[in-house]
């Protein structure tokens, strides 16, 4: 599975959304009505899938599906 | 089937006094143990102890105050149990003294086990009951946290602040299913009150109208309580233990 995939993956099991919604654009608190709870968990679970560590600083960057992506791809491999 | 069959509860300090009593109780109600004290040896030997009860039982000894330490614990307690569901703070010191003698190192030492620890050990538990959507934390503060006491400016302190991170924690936790609430217990009989002076305990005695000091039995059903899905709808609560001491 693609960083792409595995990403989509986590943000619709811990945002409850559907793939539709989970576009590159989609805002975790606006489109995907994320409350900052669910951000600080979904920041847990991309660093345990991606064995990484997210500091507080970067992790407030992270407000689009894509911007998680862009941020996965180049702090792995 | 037993009421918390299947669910793992972390009591730390548990190796003895009222913290082995909460543990024991939980595992008569089906939960798997996890025995925790900075004391390694006693830690090992109660746990082996609650074993032989039939209770499904890992020994971990923690110095709660070490985040490091903490991290691992829970990471020892996932692998081994699968699960964490229940945790209770019942680690606590006291370095009892007049304000005026009492000495910043006393202060901090009483701060850091108390406060700190607790504060460590729900941030790596909560971890683990947020992906669960499910978790009960139960604080074991004091009666003294609420209504003070002479000599205890560090320990009443300490157990006061528990207290505001018990409804802090309640608050953002709420959302996930995770349940936090407080104990008080009042002048229990053990070891650590054991030591109070005669007229210290003859005063504590005369304001308690059940007339008797608590038990760590007491202690242990009212976390019992907590830690059981009866207890689903409070958060965010104190339970005072006292006997009425505190009305």
């Not at chain 1, 989970?22 to 968990?41: C, K, M, N, Y």
């Not at chain 1, 500091?55 to 960057?61: F, G, H, I, L």
Request: aromatic residues 4%.
């Amino acid at each position: 599975m693609s960083v792409e995939e595995k990403v989509k993956e986590i943000v619709m099991d811990k945002l409850n959304v559907t793939a539709e919604q989970v576009t590159p654009d989609a805002s975790f608190v606006e489109d995907l009505g994320a409350d900052s709870l669910d951000q600080a968990e979904l920041v847990l679970a991309l660093e345990d899938e991606f064995n990484l560590q997210i500091s507080d600083k970067d992790s407030e960057n992270l407000k689009t599906v894509g911007a998680a992506i862009d941020y996965i791809t180049s702090h792995t491999s | 089937m037993k009421p918390l069959e299947g669910k793992t509860a972390l009591v730390t300090g548990s190796a003895r006094g009222i913290g082995r009593a909460i543990a024991e109780h939980l595992g008569s109600l089906g939960a798997n143990l996890v025995i925790s004290d900075v004391l390694a040896e006693l830690t090992d030997n109660t746990a082996a102890e609650l074993e032989k009860l039939g209770y499904k039982t890992l020994s971990a000894p923690c110095n709660v105050v070490n985040a490091d330490e903490v991290n691992d614990l829970i990471k020892k307690i996932v692998d081994h149990f699968g699960s964490l569901d229940i945790l209770v703070n019942n680690a606590g010191i006291t370095r009892d003294g007049l304000l005026i003698r009492q000495t910043p190192e006393s202060w901090d030492q009483v701060m850091e086990v108390n406060l700190k620890g607790s504060f460590l050990t729900i941030k790596g538990a909560s971890r683990v009951m947020m992906k669960n959507r499910y978790g009960k934390i139960i604080n074991i503060s004091s009666v003294v946290g609420l209504m003070g006491n002479a000599g205890q400016v560090n320990y009443s302190a300490s157990k006061a602040g528990l207290i505001g991170l018990t409804k802090s924690a309640a608050k953002e936790l709420a959302g996930r299913n995770i349940t936090v609430n407080a104990i008080a217990p009042g002048y229990i009989a053990t070891k650590m009150t054991e030591s109070l002076p005669e007229e210290a305990k003859e005063a504590f005695l005369s304001v308690i109208p059940l007339k008797r000091p608590g038990s760590a039995e007491d202690v242990a059903a009212a976390v019992a309580f907590l830690a059981s899905p009866a207890s689903d709808y409070i958060t965010g609560q104190v339970l005072q233990v006292d006997g009425g001491m505190l009305m």
